[in-house]
């Protein structure tokens, strides 16, 4: 099971190929065994995420990825939205969780979703900054909802 040191936290992840999405659990503690979910929950957020509404897309298990290995997230494989991802945290502390929701009427042009959580994780933007981008970006995308989060400990206030 990969693991990935996080500032005062670690995070666990399992790669659930049944609804082929990751779950990520952080605790407070630096143990080094994996959480066990069957009586005492020491978690302090899981966050679990089905890969898309289409199951038989190509995707790759969560893994570590990006410049030094700092990002851990699934990956989309299929052919024009490589590199887009549903569910990610970066060593840094950055952490996005995306959800599509099919409208009406789909853009066949439109950008690949997948590419807001992959995006985030390796912008330099603090959540706001980036959450604004993207909502003056949204027409490019079919509908999704996005959540973002920095648990970095450093004060990023200017």
Request: aromatic share 10%.
């Amino acid at each position: 099971m990969p693991e990935a040191s996080m500032p005062n936290k670690r995070c666990f992840v399992n790669s659930c190929n049944a609804v082929g999405g990751p779950v990520l659990a952080f605790r407070s503690s630096f143990s080094q065994s994996a959480p066990d979910f069957s009586g005492d929950v020491t978690a302090r957020l899981i966050l679990a995420a089905n890969r898309d509404e289409v199951y038989s897309r190509p995707s790759k298990a969560a893994d570590f990825w990006g410049s030094n290995n700092e990002i851990l997230s699934g990956l989309d494989l299929e052919e024009g939205k490589e590199g887009g991802s549903w569910l990610g945290i970066s060593k840094r502390g950055k952490l996005a969780a995306l959800t599509n929701y099919l409208e009406a009427r789909q853009n066949p042009d439109a950008q690949g979703r997948g590419f807001l959580v992959s995006n985030y994780l390796t912008d330099n933007l603090d959540s706001l900054a980036y959450l604004r981008k993207v909502s003056s970006e949204a027409h490019l995308y079919n509908g999704f909802n996005l959540l973002t989060a920095d648990f970095s400990l450093s004060d990023k206030s200017n």
